[in-house]
C-alpha cells in the first residue's frame, strides 16, 4: 500500500508523475512502515514524521531506502541506534545527525524494529532478508524471473573502493608512488626509508602526518587492492592473484580481504566482478 501526504498525482525524479490514492491513515494501520528514497532530505513534510513517529511508538516495524534514512533520522527515531544510508551522503547524515551511529560500508543494518538500507538495489535485498520465509519462495521465482542476483548479505560493503584520507602533504608522494609499482616484491620501512632519503624514525613520523595511516598499514592496503582488482578484473586463480598484490598466498589475501571488507575473495569476484581497464 502506497500512501502520500498529500493523495494524487506526486512528481518523481525523471519527469514523471506517479498516482498515489492513499493518505498517511494508511500508516496507522500497517504492521511495516518502509520510507523511501527523498530528494527534499534537507526539508522533511513534518507530516509524514509525525506519522512513522506515531507507528513507531505503537510498535510498527519501520524501514528505509536509500535516503530515506535521512526522514528517519529527523523524525529522531534513529538516535543512538546503528543505521545506514547512501554511502556517498554518508558524511552529510554524520554531520547533520551526529547522535546515528552510522555504519557506512553495509548494504543494510538492522537495530531493533528499525532496519535502514542503502540505495536501490540494497532495499531489495533487505526486504528478501527481513520477510524471511513467508515471501522468500515467491522472491526467489521473481528474482529468477527477472534474471536478478540472488540476496546479498547486509554485511556485504555498497562499495569497496572506500576512499582514501586527503593528502595532507607531499614529501613522500614520490615514495609511494615507487612503492605502488613494486608491490609485488618484498618492502620493508627500511627501503621506504632509504628511497624517501630519511631514516626510520623520520618516515614512520612523516606518514601517518600525510596519509592518516602507519606506512605498514598503508602499504597493506594498497597489496589488498591490487588483488582484490586482479580477483574483479580476471579469471585468475586466488594464489595468483594474491601474488599481484605481494600478499604471498591464497590464505593470505583470504585473511587480509576479510578483514579489510568484511567479504571473502569468491563473494568479491562474484559481487563486484567488472571488465578489465580500458575494455
Known amino acids: 500500500m502506497v500512501c502520500t501526504p498529500d493523495p494524487g ?35 522533511g513534510d513534518p507530516r509524514i514524521r509525525e506519522a512513522i513517529g506515531s507507528a513507531a511508538a505503537s510498535g ?3 524501514a528505509s531506502i536509500c535516503t530515506g534514512a535521512f526522514v528517519l533520522a ?4 534513529l538516535d543512538g541506534r546503528a543505521a545506514t544510508t547512501l554511502w556517498i551522503l554518508s558524511h552529510e547524515f554524520t554531520r547533520r545527525f551526529p547522535a546515528v551511529d552510522l555504519r557506512r560500508d553495509v548494504l543494510f ?19 528478501r532478508t ?7 519462495p515467491p522472491s526467489r521465482a521473481t528474482a529468477r524471473l527477472v534474471a536478478a542476483a540472488p540476496a546479498r548479505p547486509g554485511k556485504v560493503p555498497q562499495i ?55 606506512a605498514l598499514q598503508w602499504m597493506l592496503r594498497q597489496r589488498v587492492d591490487r588483488a582484490r582488482e586482479v580477483l574483479e578484473t580476471t579469471g585468475s586463480p586466488l594464489a595468483q592473484a594474491a601474488r599481484h598484490g ?34
Open 9 to 43: 498525482a506526486v512528481a518523481v525524479s525523471g519527469g514523471l508523475d506517479v498516482v498515489v490514492g492513499r493518505g498517511l491513515d494508511a500508516v496507522a494501520s500497517a504492521d511495516t512502515v518502509l520510507v523511501t528514497g527523498t530528494a527534499a532530505r534537507d526539508r
Open 60 to 62: 510498527e516495524r519501520i
Open 74 to 77: 529527523q523524525a529522531g527515531l
Open 109 to 127: 543494518v538492522e537495530d531493533g524494529p528499525i532496519l535502514t538500507s542503502a540505495g536501490l538495489s540494497a532495499g531489495m535485498d533487505f526486504v
Open 130 to 136: 527481513w520477510c524471511g520465509l513467508i515471501t522468500a
Open 160 to 214: 569497496v573502493e572506500a576512499p582514501l584520507p586527503p593528502e595532507r602533504g607531499t614529501a613522500l608522494a614520490a615514495t609511494r608512488a615507487r612503492a605502488l609499482t613494486r608491490l609485488r616484491e618484498p618492502l620493508t620501512l627500511a627501503d621506504l626509508a632509504r628511497h624517501a632519503k630519511a631514516s626510520v624514525r623520520t618516515l614512520t613520523r612523516r606518514f601517518p602526518a600525510e596519509r592518516g595511516t602507519s
Open 246 to 279: 605481494g600478499l604471498g598466498s591464497a590464505d593470505s589475501l583470504r585473511h587480509h580481504l576479510l578483514q579489510r571488507t568484511g567479504i571473502t575473495p569468491s563473494t568479491c569476484r562474484t559481487t563486484y566482478a567488472r571488465p578489465p581497464y580500458g575494455t
